[in-house]
């Protein structure tokens, strides 16, 4: 083999499927459930009933509006609902209600990927395959839940603008996250309130072609969507290496295997004879129907992170762990009202993960036994040189088991920091430059890295209660330097 070979660049556009949060349907009054029994929440309309008509759910479009203005949609003033045909046994009507050619919002941009549209549309029921346990004559068998036909959905469609699997995951979450955010969804993949199609192609890096795509079906979980995602991308890379084509087709990703399976190819693709729905009147969204979702939005996540960042000097990885878990921004904002404008916000922040780390990773503080107040009054502690950040950690954990103040366990367990001129902590330097003369040697010769085992020397003998700043400068001292 001679020249260098050509680099891949993965393309992704994603296609997600919300469940909208109403009390009822999208086109009937049957109530939302999820876990009931089956076929309990159903009427002639969500079944399909001859003679039915369809009446349009406001709070869903309510939602669909502020979904659109979330990801910086522009709003049709006009929109247009049309019949999506298809036969499944989850459609009892033999169509879906969909949006096509005039969605409720047009292009739009969260983060770094521009959102082609949104649109509205209704869910098909639920088919639960039973196998072994429900076979009938033989066969596997096949049962419908029409709890779920009808449910209200979001279709958020983007550009391809993503360009890996974990770019590809990252941007899922800012998006779940923001949908929590503005209370419009559960979007849990698990229950299946928030589903992901993943569409994938690579191309040689620099071409601004986009080469042949695959979709991925499905994705249920944040993890399976960037193992299928980054399967697929180390597949048609290694056709287009081998020089062959990579086929346009539907990809099942079975997690457990890592394998991908073609589901149906672009030859078999529906034809969905899509045409306006003659039973409901355009949908016309008024300025005050813009007025009362733009007044209903909170603060979104990604502009709360650029605020933290901005305002308070937090980087932006940590700026984005609070913004984007608003109940840990929300303990942080707390804390930092407590502590009042002393206190320094990066190091807040920089306690926010070891409180989590103590009382379980999804965990909300609000719950624990430690107060935002407390934490504030624990960093100020440990700011004023008054506790040592090692012997802070021991308070921290002392405060989650115990709900009591610092200042009190630092008391009771005798955790201030050691430093000062009447602390002993002179000696205890002293003894470590005796117990290790090289090192001593090294440092007085400049070499300030040997400092190392002199500063654990201190450490270990008072129990990671003196100040690192301290120990540093009574070295030095001592040592002449
Ligand atoms: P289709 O007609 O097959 O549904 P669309 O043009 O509607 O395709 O795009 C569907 C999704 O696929 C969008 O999220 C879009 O960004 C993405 N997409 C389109 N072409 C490509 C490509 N070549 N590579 C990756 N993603 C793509
Ligand atoms: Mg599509
Ligand atoms: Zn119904």
């Known amino acids: 083999m001679s020249g260098a070979a050509v680099e891949y660049e993965p393309v992704i556009g994603l296609e997600i499927h919300v469940q909208l949060r109403t009390r009822t349907k999208m ?203 980054k399967a697929e991308i180390e597949r048609q890379t290694a056709l287009l290496r081998a020089g062959e084509q990579v086929q346009q087709e539907t990809l099942h990703f079975d997690p457990a295997s890592g394998r991908l399976t073609p589901l149906r190819s672009k030859e078999q693709a529906h034809d969905y004879r899509y045409f306006p729905e003659p039973d409901l009147v ?81 965990a909300d503080p609000a719950g624990s036994r430690v107060s935002p107040s407390a934490l504030a009054a624990l960093v100020a502690l440990v700011s004023s040189r008054a506790v040592s950040q090692t012997a802070a950690r021991d308070v921290l954990t002392l405060m989650v088991q115990s709900g009591d103040q610092p200042a009190t366990i630092v008391e009771r367990e005798g955790l201030g920091a050691i430093g000062g001129d009447d602390s002993g902590l002179a000696q205890v330097v002293a003894a470590a430059i005796a117990a290790d003369p090289d090192a001593a040697e090294k440092v007085r010769d400049g070499n300030m890295k040997a400092v190392g085992p002199l500063v654990g020397y201190v450490m270990r003998e008072t129990k990671g209660r003196a100040d690192g700043g301290e120990i540093t400068r009574l070295i030095r001292e001592q040592l002449g330097l």
């Open 27 to 229: 086109f009937c009054g049957c109530e939302l459930s999820f876990g009931d029994e089956p076929n309990v929440h159903t009427c002639p309309r969500c079944l399909g009933l001859p003679g039915t008509l369809p009446v349009v759910n406001a709070q869903a479009v309510h939602y669909g509006i502020m979904i659109g203005l979330a990801l910086g949609c522009e709003i049709a003033p006009r929109s247009q609902f049309h019949r999506k045909n298809y036969f499944y046994p989850d459609l009892p009507k033999g169509y879906q209600i969909s949006q096509y050619d005039v969605p409720i919002c047009g292009p739009g941009k969260l983060g770094e990927v521009r959102i082609h549209r949104v649109h509205l549309e209704e869910d098909a029921a639920k088919l639960v395959h039973v196998g072994e346990s429900g076979r009938i004559h033989g066969a596997d068998r096949s049962v419908v839940d029409f709890n779920r036909g009808g449910t209200p959905l979001a279709e958020i469609v983007t550009e391809p603008d993503l360009h890996s699997a974990d770019e590809a995951r990252e941007w899922l979450n800012l998006l779940r996250t923001t949908l929590r955010a503005i209370g419009v969804s559960d979007v849990n993949m698990e229950e299946g309130s928030l589903r992901c199609d993943a569409n994938v192609s690579v191309r040689p890096l620099g071409s601004d072609q986009l080469g042949t795509k695959t979709e991925l079906k499905n994705m249920n979980s944040f993890r399976f969507l960037a193992q299928g995602v």
């Open 282 to 362: 355009p949908l016309v969204v008024t300025e005050a129907m813009l007025e009362r979702a733009r007044a209903e939005l909170p603060e979104l996540p990604a502009d709360r992170a650029a605020r933290l960042e901005r305002d308070l000097g937090l980087s932006g990885e940590r700026a984005r762990e609070l913004a984007f878990r608003p109940e840990l921004g929300d303990f942080y904002e707390a804390a930092l009202a407590a502590g009042g404008p002393q206190l320094d916000a990066v190091a807040l922040a920089n306690w926010i993960p070891p409180l989590v780390e103590r009382i379980g990773s999804d």
